[in-house]
């Protein structure tokens, strides 16, 4: 049970425990709960996504199957700039990698597409 595992990581610690966790799910068939409200770390690992408000469990889901959730009430809620905005994070994180050489490999590199016990 893991509580933010990627708080106070720079970009590369980030990508190394990334890799660890999905490493730990893919090959050695760990099952790892995370609790974390930087989603963009959940869907980077989880396979499966719980959402808990008020101390109850309100959704849980495949991450594919809430994403697609996601994407549908983004296209409806947000603006073309809104959503321009979110990508742009991805994109630097991304940028940031390949120019201080952690590029991903493994899991990172997966990104959203990885698949395992994490959850």
Do not use: C, W
């Given at each position: 049970m ?7 990581l720079?970009p590369?610690g980030?990508?190394e425990i ?6 730990l799910a ?5 099952t790892v709960?995370m609790?974390?409200h930087?989603?963009?770390?959940v869907a980077h ?9 008020n101390?109850r469990l ?9 994403a ?11 603006t073309p700039?809104e959503r321009e905005q979110?990508?742009l994070?991805?994109d630097?994180?991304?940028?940031f990698?390949?120019r201080?050489?952690e590029e ?10 990885a698949?395992?016990?994490v959850a």
């Amino acid at each position: 049970m893991l509580d933010e595992p990627a708080n106070g990581l720079d970009p590369a610690g980030i990508v190394e425990i990334r890799e660890l966790l999905r490493s730990l799910a893919d090959k050695r068939g760990v099952t790892v709960f995370m609790s974390s409200h930087i989603l963009a770390e959940v869907a980077h690992l989880a396979d499966r996504i719980g959402i808990i408000h008020n101390g109850r469990l309100i959704e849980e889901s495949s991450r594919d199957d809430l994403a697609a959730k996601a994407r549908s009430f983004a296209a409806g809620a947000y603006t073309p700039e809104e959503r321009e905005q979110a990508l742009l994070t991805l994109d630097l994180e991304r940028y940031f990698l390949a120019r201080t050489g952690e590029e991903a490999t493994g899991a990172a590199a997966e990104g959203a597409a990885a698949k395992g016990s994490v959850a």
